[in-house]
Every structure is written in structure tokens, then in C-alpha cells.
């Protein structure tokens, strides 16, 4: 142990991040915390990653915000750690490094025609509906019939902004570029396909449920994909969650026999797995095979094949991490390798001495919020007993900001910080309340990181 706080660098300004660094800063170590953020903006997929039109995004930031806001917590956005700062820099000027980047990718789809230029991943299109700041403007949404693979909350979030009027936005913060590509969309149909039953769906109950209520949207179901196995009885009886999603899929079919008349509809199809997607140059369609249950929960192709007509296909089969360059990294799992937070190397399984992860790039893109403050409630507490045992030192006499700081202005990084953020963010809130609404988000990166600087700029939004 030395004399100085304990210099504590955390790659990634999610809730992973975030929620490692007020573990960290409530604990009895004296630490300099600093957060390092690619974006000029935080709150990672909070704000990157979620559809707008979920107002429990607001409770998720209001309580990031307020662990930011009490300032013993540094942000630094708009640095790229490989780009703008090496990952030996870090390591050679702090105690510790905490990784906690998540999840950026869309896992691949191994599928005959994946390829075609059609096929979208869905982490893409919620980025650009999202307004991140490193994707394209404009979204190629020429289809009358989409389809999408996956059935979990990104699935549908895809699902629900396809088929939404954009009217039906304007009271979210999606930005301009946003409301005028919706608006040119010709959409009439959107299908979402799982391959399992009913009782294995990953949607969370609120978010199925609001499905039903997006207005001049019908819900489609099929009565011939409700189907459960002795391990789906099980599974509805132990877990209130997926009885609440059984419940509300029931009452979806149910609910078949009244009239459908809206002008879009969204398709809810199980049992039913991607084998193809059809097309020579283009999407013209996409080949499912039926499957069936084998009684532990699993599924089996049946040979029944069934063709939809489809000019486009959203994969929504799950996020994948992305390496950092200096840092280790399995790309198999798409995860840090690491035994309960520290990182190991990915040879021979060694820990490397103050290096750390949390949240998905640790233990891959599964579960919400809770999870992600239990894994870095974990690393934190690990973090924590290597500290006390002395093995945390800085290779370097300089550590910490001071010398962090000075590398940046020296490369001309033009870094934001916390109160840049709020710059940002009273600019945003601006934007919208012309609008008469809450708030409207600047995409174009340059203009973030101007108005974070409070330099001139020329108002540029996309």
C-alpha cells in the first residue's frame, strides 16, 4: 500500500462501469476513481441501446446520473482506449484497470443468404435509431415485410420502432434524421420468430405487454406454436416472470377471434427455427423449419419447412463484446477472460495483477441492471482483498490523471468531462423543448464534443 489514493482507471461509462465505480468509491479504500468513455456522452446502452420509447430508460439514468453528479467519480468521454490512450499506458499509470466495455456487436447468423445486403444486425438499427454517433444517418427501410430472429427485449424493441407510426415518437427523444427515415418506411408487416415455445421466450412480461398498446399495430399470433413439454410446465411453475409472459401470450391468442384492422401488424411466430434466407441478389424471403419440443426444453427440427415472403431480415440473436487492443480477450465466448472478475491470461489461465472486468464483457450479454450490479459488487470485492494484500502498484512514479491528462493534451484529445455532459445535456433538453418535447438528441459527434467543450459550433445536429 502507498501513502496516495489508490488510482483506479474503469474503461467504459455504462451502467457496468458506473455501478463499479460507486461500489468502489463507497468502499474504505481511498481511490481516485476515473471513468474513460469512447462517446462524449455516458451511460453506454442506457442511452445506445434501449428504445426510446421505454420510459423506465429515465429511472436507469436518473440513478446513474446521480452517481456521477456527486464528482468524486472523473469522467473522461471522448477517449478511445487503443486510440487515443494505449492499454500499457493505462497499466503502466494505474494501480488497477477495471474493464467494463459490454456488449457492441450482434453475434453472427451461420445461415445460407445471411450475407445478402438485406440482412441487418439488430444492435445496428438500434444504434441508429438511438442516434449513436459512429453509424450512418440514414437506414435503408424500403421492406413491406421484415423478419426477425430472436425473442428477447431487443427483438422486440426492433419490432415495435418498424412497425410504429412515427408520430407515435415524437414524445421520445429520437432524433431528427431518425423521425424522417420512419417516416418514408412502407412497412405493413413485421415477423418475429423464436425457435422454442411460449414458455422459453426471453421478453420480459412489461415489454410483451406493451406490445398490445402501440397504437394501429395488431399483435398476430398462431395457435399451432403454443406448445409445452414437462420442463415448460415446470419452468411456468417455478418463475413468476415466465408465467406472466405465458399469461400475456395466451391472452394474445385469445384475443385472435376479434378483428384485426390496423394498418401494420406485427407477427409473433414460435417453434420455428431460420434455415435460409431466400434471395439470389436481394432478400426475397426467409425458409423457417418447424420445430418441437423434447421435453427438456430443447428443440428439434421436424422438416417442415415454411417460406415467408420478406425483403428484409433483423438478426436479434444476441450481443457480441469487442477486444481491446493491449488487453486480453477470448474471441470464442466474446468475453475478458478472467476467474470472478480478475483477469486472467487467455494462455495458460494466470491472473494478471490489477486487471479486472464487470458486466457483459465479463460474463457475456445476458441478464439486466441487477446482474451488472452483482458482478461488480464481485470484481469490486476482489478488487478490494488484492488491495489490501498489497499487490496493487502503478509501474509508473506518475500516475493516475496527472499524468493521463497530460498525454491527452499533448496528443490534442479533445476529452469531455461531467460538466460537459451537462452542457450536453441543457443543450438537448433545449432542442426539445422548442419541440415541446423533453429532450432531442445531437448525433453528430463533432457537435457533442464541441458543445462539451464549450467551443463554437455550427449547430449541426446530424
Do not use: C
Not at 484497470?97 to 450482434?106: E, P, Q, S
Not at 429520437?174 to 426471453?202: W, Y
Not at 427455427?273 to 434471395?279: A, R, S
Not at 464483457?361 to 459488487?377: E, H, M, W, Y
Amino acid at each position: 500500500m502507498t501513502n496516495r489514493p489508490l488510482q483506479v482507471a474503469v474503461i467504459g461509462a455504462g451502467p457496468a462501469g458506473i455501478y463499479a465505480s460507486d461500489i468502489l468509491a463507497k468502499s474504505d479504500v481511498d481511490a481516485q476513481i476515473d471513468l474513460y468513455e469512447k462517446l462524449p456522452a455516458p451511460y453506454g446502452l442506457v442511452r445506445y441501446g434501449v428504445a426510446p420509447d421505454h420510459p423506465r430508460i429515465k429511472q436507469i439514468i436518473k440513478a446513474l446520473y446521480n452517481i456521477l453528479q456527486r464528482g468524486d467519480i472523473r469522467l473522461v468521454g471522448n477517449v478511445e482506449v487503443g486510440k487515443d490512450l494505449s492499454f500499457d499506458e493505462l497499466h503502466k499509470h494505474y494501480d488497477a484497470i477495471i474493464i467494463a466495455t459490454g456488449a457492441d456487436r450482434d453475434r453472427p447468423l451461420h445461415i445460407p443468404g445471411a450475407d445478402l445486403p438485406e440482412v441487418y444486425g439488430a444492435s445496428e438499427f438500434v444504434y441508429w435509431y438511438d442516434g449513436h454517433p459512429d453509424v450512418p444517418r440514414t437506414w435503408p427501410l424500403a421492406a413491406k415485410e421484415v423478419a426477425v430472429i430472436g425473442v428477447g427485449n431487443v427483438a422486440l424493441d426492433v419490432a415495435r420502432v418498424l412497425a410504429k407510426h412515427p408520430d407515435d415518437l415524437l414524445t421520445t427523444e429520437i432524433p431528427q434524421n431518425v423521425e424522417e427515415g420512419l417516416r418514408q418506411s412502407p412497412i405493413t408487416d413485421v415477423h418475429v420468430f423464436g425457435r422454442r415455445g411460449p414458455a422459453q421466450v426471453k421478453f420480459t412480461p412489461m415489454e410483451l405487454r406493451e406490445l398490445g398498446e402501440v397504437p394501429d399495430v395488431d399483435i398476430i399470433v398462431y395457435e399451432e406454436d403454443y406448445d409445452y413439454d414437462e420442463a415448460s410446465q415446470e419452468a411456468v411453475e417455478k418463475s413468476k416472470m415466465t408465467r406472466q409472459v405465458v399469461n400475456i401470450l395466451t391472452d394474445y391468442l385469445l384475443d385472435q377471434e376479434e378483428p384485426k384492422t390496423a394498418s401494420r401488424r406485427i407477427h409473433l411466430h414460435l417453434l420455428q427455427q431460420p434455415v435460409e434466407i431466400l434471395g439470389d441478389t436481394h432478400v426475397t424471403g426467409i425458409r423457417m423449419e418447424r420445430t418441437a419440443l423434447q421435453g427438456d426444453e430443447t428443440v428439434a427440427g421436424t422438416g417442415e419447412f415454411i417460406d415467408y415472403p420478406v425483403q428484409a431480415v433483423y438478426r436479434a440473436v444476441g450481443y457480441f463484446s469487442s477486444p481491446i487492443p493491449g488487453a486480453p480477450f477470448d474471441g470464442t465466448r466474446g468475453v475478458v477472460p478472467n476467474q470472478g472478475g480478475r483477469v486472467t491470461r487467455t494462455v495458460n489461465g494466470e491472473t494478471i495483477t490489477g486487471l479486472y472486468a464487470t458486466g457483459w464483457i465479463k460474463r457475456g450479454p445476458v441478464g439486466l441492471i441487477g446482474s451488472t450490479k452483482s458482478d461488480a459488487q464481485e470484481t469490486i470485492a476482489n478488487l478490494v482483498a488484492d488491495y489490501e494484500a498489497g499487490l496493487l502498484h502503478a509501474t509508473s512514479q506518475d500516475t493516475g490523471w496527472v499524468a493521463m491528462q497530460q498525454l491527452l493534451e499533448n496528443r490534442g484529445v479533445r476529452y469531455t468531462t461531467w460538466h460537459g455532459w451537462e452542457l450536453l445535456e441543457e443543450y438537448e433538453k433545449s432542442l426539445g423543448e422548442a419541440k415541446g418535447r423533453e429532450r432531442i438528441k445531437v448525433v453528430e459527434r463533432e457537435t457533442m464534443t464541441a458543445i462539451s467543450r464549450n467551443e463554437p459550433h455550427d449547430g449541426k445536429l446530424y
